[in-house]
C-alpha cells in the first residue's frame, strides 16, 4: 500500500520527540550546574584575581585611552566601531 514512502505527519512527530526530549536532557544539565555558595566558600570568589578588574584606577586609564585612540566614546562595550554604524 504505501510502498516505502513515509507517512504523511510523520517526520514532524519524530521531530518534536526529538526536540523535546533534547530540551528535558539540557534542562537537567542545567540545573545540575547550580549550585549555591556557602559563606565560608565566598572568600575564595572574593580574591583579586577573580575580579573583572583587579585595579579600576588601571581599568579606567586604559579605557581613556583606548576611546583617545578610536576617537569614540561608548564604543568599548557595545557593538560597533564607534562610526554609528552597528
Known amino acids: ?3 516505502g514512502r513515509p507517512i ?3 517526520c514532524s512527530r519524530v521531530f518534536r520527540r526529538g526536540l523535546v526530549l533534547a530540551g528535558l536532557v539540557s534542562g537537567l ?3 545540575g ?3 549555591t555558595v556557602e559563606p565560608w ?3 575564595h570568589l ?3 584575581e577573580m575580579a573583572w578588574a583587579p585595579d579600576p584606577m588601571e581599568a579606567q586609564l ?3 585611552e583606548y576611546f583617545s585612540k578610536e ?3 561608548g564604543g568599548g562595550k557595545a557593538a560597533g566601531g564607534g562610526c554609528g554604524c552597528n
Open 71 to 73: 576617537g569614540s566614546s
Open 41 to 43: 566558600q565566598r572568600q
Open 62 to 64: 586604559l579605557e581613556q
Open 8 to 10: 504523511p505527519g510523520n
Open 29 to 31: 544539565l542545567l540545573c
Open 1 to 3: 500500500m504505501n510502498k
Open 33 to 35: 550546574g547550580c549550585e
Open 46 to 48: 572574593a580574591r583579586p
